[in-house]
Every structure is written in C-alpha cells, then in structure tokens.
C-alpha cells in the first residue's frame, strides 16, 4: 500500500493460525473502503450458473466479486474481509477450493467467516459472499 496507508494482518498468539485466513486486519491512513453485497451465482444475463453444483456457483460467485471490485477500482487482493453465506447440508471445500483457485499464492489471506444458512434468496442459490476490500486514495 502506498501514502500512509497500512494494512496490518494480524494472527496472535493464542489464536490458531491457518494459512487460509487471517484472525484481524487494521487499516490506518487515507484509503477508500469498498462494500460488495452478496454475490451469488447469477450471472449478467440473470441466469443462475451452476444449478445444485456448489463449486460451480462459488466460480460464478468469484467472477461477480471481482467484477464488483473492479467497478470500484479494486482488485481481489485489496479485500480483508468476506462473509461465506452456505446453504446448510452443502459441503464447505468445494467453495473453498474455488477461494484457493482465486486467492492462489498471495499473501495475507483476508479475514473469513463462513456461516451455515437454512437458505437464500433464491432457493437455487447454494452460497453467496460479502467483501470489504480497502484501496489506497490516489
């Protein structure tokens, strides 16, 4: 980050530690902070992708957060933070292996948290995320 700004991962001790996430991310300086509403699978024409496939919504899902941040002026390693929304019974390492595809080997990984939901605003939808991301002002 450039001009002030910092951005802080933090993982203490006394926390577990998993290459996967980071525990608490500080941002200090002048930057612009960037709220996305849930992405979910949908796609531009309105089509939902991957119908009863939840690896395949996760991809659709990445595809619409990086078009929302890029909207913004943001690209994906300027989030700290997102919210997993997962339909109960659907298994959690299919979206997550589409996370790791996405993220691949960059540091500091943002905050995570995943929560089970009985369902979502469409009842094809499998999963849906949030994201802060945080860019430096110009």
């Known amino acids: ?3 002030n700004v910092q951005v802080q991962h933090l993982n203490p001790e006394g926390l ?7 525990q608490v991310v500080t941002v200090s300086g002048p930057v612009k902070t960037v709220y996305v509403g849930g992405q979910n699978s949908v796609d531009a024409s309105g089509a939902i992708i991957g119908a009863g496939d939840i690896a395949a919504q996760s991809a659709q899902v990445f595809r619409n957060l990086q078009t929302a941040l890029a909207a913004a002026g943001a690209r994906i390693e300027h989030v700290i933070q997102w919210k997993i929304y997962i339909v109960e019974g659907q298994p959690l390492e299919p979206g997550f292996a589409e996370f790791q595809k996405v993220w691949g080997r960059r ?3 943002p905050t995570i948290t995943g929560i089970y939901v009985a369902g979502l605003a469409n009842p094809a939808f499998l999963v849906e995320l949030e994201a802060i991301a945080v860019i430096p002002e110009e």
């Open 1 to 3: 980050m450039t001009r």
């Open 16 to 22: 577990s530690r998993n290459p996967a996430f980071t």
């Open 107 to 109: 540091p500091n990984p």
